[in-house]
Structures are given as structure tokens and as C-alpha cells.
């Protein structure tokens, strides 16, 4: 096709992946609301300020990831990269945060501009889930409890690991990160470069790099365990009790940091080896101190995000079946102009009597041949055939389309029009 194409890293999510994302998102909300989690909605566009105050000038979003542009009038604005900021946003301007606990979750597209690939796009969809008002850890364990029955749910715990730390508070990573630099600046050459360029802006992060070289050196650099506040740890103590008293496993990963400025306290991944280097698909932790930096009364919360193509992507190996949907049972055949007519009514009474059932018709006209050739392939159990003759005798005929219901009758039946939705209704209780 020479016509316009999608832009790069955006992507159609076709009939055939429709099933899958519907089964993931039904799953999910059934269980958020079974949790006492009600969902909020928000515009993709904001003020570009709003993430630039809450996620951090230093970080990888707000650094080079940003689809920030400015409106008509040169207001700056930008497709939201992520959820939280914007839900702290709303709730905030809303007054749902005053003296009072929220459980909120949302679903729906995030925008980065990153080099696409195998489980990275520059249009992603993520569900997100903000508890806020409680200090925790019970709601860090509550929350964490959620996913791992989601898991459960969806058929692939078996392929997801939970990895947990604490970052502690923001003054315990301040003396943290003033160690790590200490210990990093004399071997700045060894680094990566992307490690390098965070030594000045967001040291922290350098304990996220997949550079080998550089892993080999954090071998031996200083552990944020030791600069940890004794409330942080006490905290994360409590939420590894919760955890283990319903037995979800985690391992205890020192050097996992996230790569958003607000975090403090509780931070965990959800990981797979199941999809190559994009092996997170759910993370999250505590941000005690985003609201009030954002303008609001100090609230303690927390939540996650799952990426919801990774999920899928999960999904389709794990469990190909999960969420396909029946095509319509019936299929109605209909040539000739006075069967045409006689079919379209035809259907549409038996949609108002049988409403849980799924009716096609033909349109567009075509032979019988043609007709029963697309009865055949929409997956249909039953053609309904209506030809001039049929009409003027006032007759349906009925045949079976699959092997499977080859024992039900042999060849064709015939059945007066007026006894048709009796007959479905009896068919279709049995099979
Ligand atoms: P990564 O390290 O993979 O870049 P991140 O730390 O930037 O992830 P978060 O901001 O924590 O990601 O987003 C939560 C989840 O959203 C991720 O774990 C991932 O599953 C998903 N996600 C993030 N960015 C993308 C993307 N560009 N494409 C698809 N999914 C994404
Ligand atoms: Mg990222």
C-alpha cells in the first residue's frame, strides 16, 4: 500500500489480538473491583509541567522520552508518558484525597518516544493501580497479594518472579547515593556510557544498567542497606511478614531502583524470562512524597503499573486460548430480493427472542453457493436458507455446518418460518 501508514512504535491491535486484551482487561477489573479498587479516567494530554514536577527532570521520560509539543496557543503540552502523576492530578483537583483513603485504578495509552521493539512501543497500554492514604505496609502487601492472584487468574504465575527492596526515604538515599558516587568517580571510565552521563544527574539508576561491565563493577560498591533508616527497614520487614504469612515468594533485590524520581520506601518488579531484555511487566512501589510536591496535603500512597502488551505478549504462549469468543451460532442465507427482506426481519425477530445469541446475516446479496461458503467460514453452527420459494411457501431451510454436528441430522430440514425460534431455542440449549 502506498497510503498512510501507522507512525512507528504505534501499532493497530487487530480482530484476532482483540480477544485476548478484552479476556486480560475483563480479568483484571473484575478483580480490582472485587478488591474494593474503583477506576478513574483521565485526558491523555497535560500540562507538560505536570510530569516534569513529578517524575523528574533527570529521568529517562522526562529527559528524552516526552511527546511534549506546544497547542495552538504555545501552552506546552504532552501525551502522557505514565499514569500516576496524572491520577494524583485529578484526584487532587477533585478533593478525593482529603482525609480520606482512595483505592483507584485506570487503564489505557501512555506515550513514549523509545526505541520500539519486541515489548517497547512508543504507544503502550498499561492498567495502573494508586492506593493512597494509608502508610503501609499492609496496603504495599495488599496490593503485591492482587497481582499474584491476577497471575493466578490469568494462567502465568508459573512465568513471573516478584523481585522487592526499599529505597528507604528520601534523606537515607541522599547519604546513599553521596557512597555510591564516592565509590563510582574513580573508575568513571569504566562505565557505560549512559552510567557515566547519570554519575551527574541520577546516580541511583546506575544500578539499573544492563551493561555488563558495569554490573561487574557495582559488584563491589556500597549496599543501600547500610545507609537505610531503621523505619524503612522496619517497614520493609513488616511487608515481607504479610507477604510470607500467604505465602507469596519474592527475592530481595538490593539493587533494584526505579527509574522515576517519586518513589520511596517498597519498590517491586513482576519479571519474566519469557520475553527476551523487556522482561518487566509490572512495577511499582510507594511514593509518600509525590502529592505534596505536586501541591497537596501530604498523603502517603502507592501503586503499580502493568504493561499491558507484555502481558498479552505472555499471554499468547502461555495460555493461546485465554479469551476467544464464539462467532455468531447461526447464520441466515438469503437470495433474492423478497428473501433478502423476508431474512433481515427474520433475524432480527429472533435477536429480540433470543438475545444472548449470536444472529449473522448476509448482506450484500450473492448465489446460495457463495452465501453458504461465508456461513461456512464465520464459524457458524447453523445456516438458516431463504430463497424466493422458501418465501412463498413460508419455510426456513436448517443445515448443520459443522462436523461435529454431522450425527445431529442427515442433509437438509425444513421448517415453517413460524416455528424457527423454537426450534434454535431447543437445538442451542444442547450443544
Ligand atoms: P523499562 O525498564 O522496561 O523501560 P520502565 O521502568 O520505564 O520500564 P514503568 O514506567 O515502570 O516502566 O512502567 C510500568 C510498566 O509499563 C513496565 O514494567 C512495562 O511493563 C510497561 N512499559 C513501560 N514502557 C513501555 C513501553 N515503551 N512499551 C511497552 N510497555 C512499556
Ligand atoms: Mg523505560
Same mark, same amino acid.
Given at each position: 500500500?502506498?497510503? =498512510?501508514?501507522?507512525?512507528?512504535?504505534?501499532?493497530?491491535?487487530?480482530?484476532? @489480538?482483540?480477544?485476548?486484551?478484552?479476556?486480560?482487561?475483563?480479568?483484571?477489573?473484575?478483580?480490582?473491583?472485587?478488591?474494593?479498587?474503583?477506576?478513574?479516567?483521565?485526558?491523555?494530554?497535560?500540562?507538560?509541567?505536570?510530569?516534569? #514536577?513529578?517524575?523528574?527532570?533527570?529521568?529517562?521520560?522526562?529527559?528524552?522520552?516526552?511527546?511534549?509539543?506546544?497547542?495552538?496557543?504555545?501552552?506546552?503540552?504532552?501525551?502522557?508518558?505514565?499514569?500516576?502523576?496524572?491520577?494524583?492530578?485529578?484526584?487532587?483537583?477533585?478533593?478525593?484525597?482529603?482525609?480520606?483513603?482512595?483505592?483507584?485504578?485506570?487503564?489505557?495509552?501512555?506515550?513514549?518516544?523509545?526505541?520500539?521493539?519486541?515489548?517497547?512501543?512508543?504507544?503502550?497500554?498499561?492498567?495502573?493501580?494508586?492506593?493512597?492514604?494509608?502508610?503501609?505496609?499492609?496496603?504495599?502487601?495488599?496490593?503485591?497479594?492482587?497481582?499474584?492472584?491476577?497471575?493466578?487468574?490469568?494462567?502465568?504465575?508459573?512465568?513471573?518472579?516478584?523481585?522487592?527492596?526499599?529505597?528507604?526515604?528520601?534523606?537515607?538515599?541522599?547519604?546513599?547515593?553521596?557512597?555510591?558516587?564516592?565509590?563510582?568517580?574513580?573508575?568513571?571510565?569504566?562505565?557505560?556510557?549512559?552510567? +557515566?552521563? #547519570?554519575?551527574?544527574?541520577?546516580?541511583?539508576?546506575?544500578?539499573?544498567?544492563?551493561?555488563?561491565?558495569?554490573?561487574?563493577?557495582?559488584?563491589?560498591?556500597?549496599?543501600?542497606?547500610?545507609?537505610?533508616?531503621?523505619?524503612?527497614?522496619?517497614?520493609?520487614?513488616?511487608?515481607?511478614?504479610?507477604?510470607?504469612?500467604?505465602?507469596?515468594?519474592?527475592? =530481595?533485590?538490593?539493587?533494584?531502583?526505579?527509574?522515576?524520581?517519586?518513589?520511596?520506601?517498597?519498590?517491586?518488579?513482576?519479571?519474566?524470562?519469557?520475553?527476551?531484555?523487556?522482561?518487566?511487566?509490572?512495577?511499582?512501589?510507594?511514593?509518600?512524597?509525590?502529592?505534596?510536591?505536586?501541591?497537596?496535603?501530604?498523603?502517603?500512597?502507592?501503586?503499580?503499573?502493568?504493561?499491558?502488551?507484555?502481558?498479552?505478549?505472555?499471554?499468547?504462549?502461555?495460555?493461546?486460548?485465554?479469551?476467544?469468543?464464539?462467532?455468531?451460532?447461526?447464520?441466515? =442465507?438469503?437470495?433474492?430480493?423478497?428473501?433478502?427482506?423476508?431474512?433481515?426481519?427474520?433475524?432480527? @425477530?429472533?435477536?429480540?427472542?433470543?438475545?444472548?445469541?449470536?444472529?449473522?446475516?448476509?448482506?450484500?446479496?450473492?448465489?446460495?453457493?457463495?452465501?453458504?461458503?461465508?456461513?461456512?467460514?464465520?464459524?457458524?453452527?447453523?445456516?438458516?436458507?431463504?430463497?424466493?420459494?422458501?418465501?412463498?411457501?413460508?419455510?426456513?431451510?436448517?443445515?448443520?455446518?459443522?462436523?461435529?454436528?454431522?450425527? #445431529?441430522?442427515?442433509?437438509?430440514?425444513?421448517?415453517?418460518?413460524?416455528?424457527?425460534?423454537?426450534?434454535?431455542?431447543? +437445538?442451542?440449549?444442547?450443544?
Amino acid at each position: 500500500m502506498t497510503g =498512510v501508514r501507522a507512525i512507528k512504535g504505534m501499532h493497530d491491535i487487530l480482530p484476532d @489480538q482483540t480477544p485476548t486484551w478484552r479476556y486480560l482487561e475483563r480479568t483484571v477489573a473484575d478483580l480490582l473491583t472485587a478488591y474494593g479498587y474503583r477506576e478513574i479516567r483521565f485526558p491523555v494530554l497535560e500540562f507538560t509541567e505536570l510530569f516534569k #514536577r513529578s517524575i523528574g527532570e533527570v529521568t529517562d521520560i522526562v529527559e528524552k522520552e516526552m511527546y511534549t509539543f506546544e497547542d495552538r496557543h504555545g501552552v506546552s503540552v504532552t501525551l502522557r508518558p505514565e499514569g500516576t502523576a496524572c491520577c494524583v492530578r485529578a484526584a487532587e483537583e477533585h478533593g478525593l484525597l482529603f482525609n480520606q483513603v482512595q483505592r483507584l485504578w485506570y487503564m489505557g495509552p501512555m506515550f513514549r518516544y523509545e526505541n520500539p521493539q519486541k515489548g517497547r512501543q512508543r504507544q503502550f497500554h498499561q492498567i495502573g493501580v494508586e492506593a493512597f492514604g494509608m502508610e503501609g505496609p499492609d496496603v504495599d502487601a495488599e496490593l503485591i497479594a492482587l497481582t499474584a492472584r491476577l497471575w493466578q487468574q490469568l494462567g502465568i504465575a508459573g512465568a513471573l518472579r516478584l523481585e522487592l527492596n526499599t529505597i528507604g526515604t528520601p534523606e537515607s538515599r541522599a547519604a546513599y547515593r553521596k557512597a555510591l558516587l564516592a565509590y563510582l568517580e574513580p573508575h568513571k571510565d569504566k562505565l557505560d556510557a549512559d552510567s +557515566q552521563r #547519570r554519575l551527574s544527574t541520577n546516580p541511583l539508576r546506575i544500578l539499573d544498567s544492563k551493561d555488563a561491565a558495569t554490573q561487574a563493577l557495582l559488584a563491589n560498591a556500597p549496599s543501600m542497606r547500610d545507609y537505610r533508616d531503621a523505619e524503612s527497614d522496619a517497614h520493609f520487614q513488616g511487608l515481607c511478614a504479610l507477604l510470607d504469612s500467604i505465602g507469596v515468594a519474592y527475592v =530481595v533485590n538490593d539493587k533494584l531502583v526505579r527509574g522515576l524520581d517519586y518513589y520511596s520506601r517498597t519498590v517491586f518488579e513482576w519479571v519474566t524470562d519469557e520475553l527476551g531484555a523487556q522482561g518487566t511487566v509490572c512495577a511499582g512501589g510507594r511514593y509518600d512524597g509525590l502529592v505534596e510536591q505536586l501541591g497537596g496535603r501530604a498523603t502517603p500512597a502507592v501503586g503499580f503499573a502493568m504493561g499491558m502488551e507484555r502481558l498479552c505478549l505472555l499471554l499468547e504462549t502461555r495460555q493461546p486460548q485465554a479469551g476467544s469468543e464464539p462467532m455468531p451460532a447461526i447464520y441466515c =442465507v438469503a437470495a433474492g430480493e423478497a428473501a433478502q427482506k423476508a431474512g433481515f426481519a427474520l433475524v432480527e @425477530q429472533l435477536r429480540n427472542l433470543m438475545p444472548g445469541v449470536g444472529v449473522q446475516l448476509n448482506c450484500g446479496g450473492g448465489s446460495f453457493k457463495s452465501q453458504l461458503k461465508r456461513a461456512d467460514r464465520s464459524g457458524a453452527r447453523i445456516a438458516l436458507i431463504l430463497g424466493e420459494d422458501e418465501v412463498a411457501q413460508g419455510v426456513v431451510n436448517i443445515k448443520w455446518l459443522r462436523d461435529v454436528d454431522a450425527g #445431529r441430522q442427515a442433509g437438509q430440514q425444513t421448517l415453517p418460518m413460524t416455528d424457527v425460534q423454537a426450534w434454535l431455542s431447543s +437445538q442451542l440449549a444442547d450443544l
